[in-house]
């Protein structure tokens, strides 16, 4: 295991529990539960992310994906979770706080993604309340930024359901499979 990797597995208060769910730093021995959930999820996640790499479910692109996680955890610049069942056994899906803003924003962006066959269960409403939780308590931010796709009808529940008030809307903001969308922007308070 490299430096970097290490570190991101060491970094103290990388992780956190919700009442269903708990998140911590991704691992390189993640990657077998990553790959076969990520695989077996690809049609239902396809329309929401942007296009995949031709080597995404490598073993050797998961390794390169971990340093580059480490490294932005080192810098204070964003920090991955993994979302698992409370026992910490099954992957269910990620949940990334990035581009963190310091100084006067104390801000950053939220990122998800759920497997497909844990999708409406109530993991990601359970995760994101716990990844609240720790923006505020451990990295003492005042606010999260996320963004959905307008057609996106369970994002957009979820980010309600968890707080988020739609503040905007921008167009041509992310590319997704392929192609530059809108997408309605939403924030909190944590």
């Not at 430096?3 to 060491?10: A, D, V």
Request: charged share 25%; net charge neutral.
């Amino acid at each position: 295991m490299g430096l970097l990797e290490s570190l991101l597995i060491t970094r103290p208060g990388h992780e956190c529990h919700g009442q269903k769910t708990f998140l911590r730093a991704p691992r390189v021995d993640d990657f077998s539960q990553w790959r076969d959930l990520r695989s077996a999820s690809r049609s239902f996640l396809k329309p929401w992310e942007p296009t995949w790499a031709d080597d995404e479910l490598l073993s050797s692109s998961f390794r390169r994906r971990i340093g580059h996680y480490a490294k932005l955890v080192n810098d204070d610049l964003a920090y991955p979770f993994f979302v698992f069942t409370q026992d910490g056994e099954h992957l269910l899906g990620a949940v990334t706080v990035s581009n963190i803003r310091r100084g006067v924003a104390q801000m950053a962006t939220l990122g998800y993604w759920t497997g497909e066959a844990f999708a409406n269960a109530g993991v990601m409403t359970d995760a994101i309340r716990a990844i609240v939780r720790f923006a505020h308590d451990e990295l003492e931010l005042n606010r999260l930024e996320a963004a959905c796709l307008p057609g996106n009808l369970p994002s957009i529940r979820l980010l309600q359901r968890t707080g988020f008030v739609r503040e905007g809307f921008a167009q041509s903001y992310l590319k997704i499979d392929g192609k530059w969308e809108d997408h309605i922007l939403w924030g909190r308070q944590v």
